[in-house]
């Protein structure tokens, strides 16, 4: 089953390759610092694209140019491997988007 709740073990593990992300509040955390409004909502459409998609959606909260966000699987009350697979789409969305 690919929908499940992952185990502390298994978020600690893929947390080796998702560096910027801490596991806050038992979600995948992350805030992204961008140069300014434009390029840090430039990287929210681009994750709420992604989000419609997926039908799986982030938890944030922008000020300006910086966006914190905050991943769960509201279904299974845990981080899922679709939290997992957001965090690496939003590493790369940032990319995109020029960060500070
Ligand atoms: C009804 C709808 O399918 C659900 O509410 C979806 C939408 N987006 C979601 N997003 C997230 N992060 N977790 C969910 O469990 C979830 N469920």
């Known amino acids: 089953m690919t929908h499940q709740k992952l185990t502390q073990k298994d978020i600690v593990d893929a947390l080796q390759t998702l560096t910027e992300w801490t596991f806050e509040e038992e979600k995948l ?38 966006v914190k966000v905050q991943l769960t699987s509201h279904d299974v009350s845990g981080v899922s491997q679709k939290d997992i697979d957001f965090a690496k789409k939003m590493d790369a969305f940032a990319a995109i988007n020029q960060m500070n």
């Not at 300014?36 to 982030?58: R, V, W």
């Open 29 to 66: 955390t992350r805030t992204f610092v961008f140069k300014d409004f434009q390029h840090a909502f430039g990287f929210m459409s681009m994750c709420a694209l992604y989000a419609e998609k997926q039908d799986h959606h982030p938890e944030w909260f922008n000020v300006y140019n910086k």
